[in-house]
C-alpha cells in the first residue's frame, strides 16, 4: 500500500496539520516508508508463538483482596485549597 500526494494532503487537513506542499511530500515519502515496513512486519510468521509483555518472563505479585483504611476524607482534604463536601474545588475553565 501506497499513499499518494493527494491522500497524505487530506489527512493531513482532517487531523487540522497546515502541511505545506514541500512538508506533504516529506510526510507522504515518511508515510510510505512506514507503510512498508508494516508490510513487512505482516509477512511474518507468528503461528504458535505465545504474545508476550516483556523480554523476560514475569509473573505479577498477587496481594490479597482486603479492605483497608478507608472514609478518610477529611484527612485527604486537608491540604486541598478549597473543598466543600468532602470534594476538591477547582477553577472553573470552561465558560
Same mark, same amino acid.
Given at each position: 500500500?501506497?499513499?499518494?500526494?493527494?491522500?497524505?494532503?487530506?489527512?493531513?487537513?482532517?487531523?487540522? &496539520?497546515? &502541511?505545506?506542499?514541500?512538508?506533504?511530500?516529506?510526510?507522504?515519502? +515518511?508515510? =510510505?516508508?512506514?507503510?512498508?515496513?508494516?508490510?513487512? &512486519?505482516?509477512?511474518?510468521?507468528?503461528?504458535?508463538?505465545?504474545?508476550?509483555?516483556?523480554?523476560?518472563?514475569?509473573?505479577?505479585?498477587?496481594?490479597?483482596?482486603?479492605?483497608? +483504611?478507608? =472514609?478518610?476524607?477529611? +484527612?485527604?482534604?486537608? =491540604?486541598?485549597?478549597?473543598?466543600?463536601? =468532602?470534594?476538591? &474545588?477547582?477553577?472553573?475553565?470552561?465558560?
Amino acid at each position: 500500500m501506497s499513499l499518494d500526494l493527494a491522500t497524505v494532503i487530506r489527512v493531513g487537513r482532517l487531523a487540522r &496539520l497546515a &502541511l505545506s506542499e514541500d512538508e506533504a511530500e516529506k510526510m507522504c515519502g +515518511e508515510l =510510505n516508508g512506514i507503510l512498508t515496513f508494516i508490510e513487512q &512486519l505482516l509477512e511474518v510468521d507468528v503461528e504458535g508463538i505465545p504474545p508476550m509483555t516483556s523480554v523476560v518472563p514475569t509473573t505479577m505479585k498477587m496481594r490479597r483482596d482486603v479492605v483497608t +483504611e478507608g =472514609n478518610l476524607a477529611e +484527612e485527604i482534604l486537608a =491540604n486541598a485549597p478549597l473543598s466543600e463536601r =468532602n470534594f476538591f &474545588l477547582v477553577p472553573k475553565i470552561f465558560e
